[in-house]
């Protein structure tokens, strides 16, 4: 990504002019000739000196840190969409896992309810298990109920043994590497000073030597698509396609699994359906 240093200048000019002094703490004065702020007034409650402020407005000047941007959209009440806006403009990609959080939004509760022959859960972008419709609940198990690190799926595949026993023992490295670089491009997005996300990865460094060690490797891989097999132990195997569609905000995340063409899933997943939710014990997600 590139910066548009035009666009930019031109966008802070305009934000700086739609906040008043009062909305900051500042008092109006007499000879005030803007009802907005100062170039000097956002260089100093962003924390940085006025000369580069000012070099920002004029489309020159050095690429801005996403830090110097998060303090410019506190200094100058951005909205959320602002920010993201502002960070896009500097060429940054917006701030991740910041939004839904734990809340999972109508939108995408109610798309869960009007897929009744297709399993479907709502992922964080740190792994955890946040809502599930019906067949996803039957399929892999329930665990939007368990908090903190109980529902996730990458603790749980490192943490609980018993975790991985659904699972083909030939496929377990496959999705341990997996895991883990997905989760280190989240833990990137979300910046080195997200508490939620260093408390995670602290705890999976204690659990074991296999967690630490493919960390170290610092692989990179945004899970998007990929095909897993399922050991049911009512319905026996059953192959997946796993789709993932990325909410807006990136830190949510929605998973589908489809039968894989020529593939006799279709005919297990309608049989799992009729049967209902069966206790088990555990997903890849």
């Known amino acids: 990504m590139t910066i548009d240093r035009r666009e930019l200048a031109d966008f802070l000019r305009r934000s700086r002019d739609r906040v008043r002094p009062s909305d900051v703490g500042l008092a109006e004065g007499p000879r005030r000739r803007t009802a907005g702020l100062r170039r000097e007034e956002v ?24 830090q110097i941007l998060s303090s410019l959209a506190r200094a100058l009440r951005l909205s959320d ?16 896992g910041r939004v839904g959080g734990d809340q999972v939004g109508a939108g995408l509760l109610h798309l869960l ?30 665990v939007c109920t368990v908090s903190e690190h109980g529902r996730n799926v990458i603790w749980r595949w490192f943490a609980d043994p018993a975790a991985r026993g659904a699972y083909p023992p030939e496929e377990h490295d496959h999705y341990s590497r997996l895991h883990v670089a997905d989760l280190r ?4 997005r979300r910046g080195a000073a997200d508490p939620v996300a260093a408390r995670l990865v602290d705890r999976l460094r204690g659990v074991g030597e296999e967690f630490a060690a493919l960390w170290d490797l610092h692989e990179v891989a945004v899970r998007r698509r990929s095909r897993m097999r399922v050991v049911h132990p009512v319905v026996g195997p059953v192959d997946l396609d796993c789709q993932v569609l990325l909410a807006q905000e990136e830190d949510q995340r929605l998973v589908l699994f489809t ?20 206790r088990f014990p555990s997903e890849v997600g």
């Open 185 to 188: 491009a989240a833990v990137a």
């Open 81 to 96: 969409d602002e920010r993201d806006h502002l960070h896009l403009l500097a060429g940054h990609r917006p701030p991740a």
């Open 113 to 142: 309810d009007q897929l009744p022959g297709t399993a479907a859960q709502v992922l964080g972008d740190l792994g955890d298990v946040l809502a599930q419709n019906d067949l996803a609940r039957s399929l892999l198990g329930g």
């Open 259 to 278: 039968p894989p063409p020529g593939s006799d899933t279709a005919d297990r997943l309608a049989l799992l359906r009729v049967l209902g939710t069966e």
């Open 43 to 66: 260089a100093q409650l962003a924390g940085m000196s006025a000369d580069y402020y000012m070099r920002m407005e004029q489309a020159r000047g050095p690429q801005p840190s996403p």
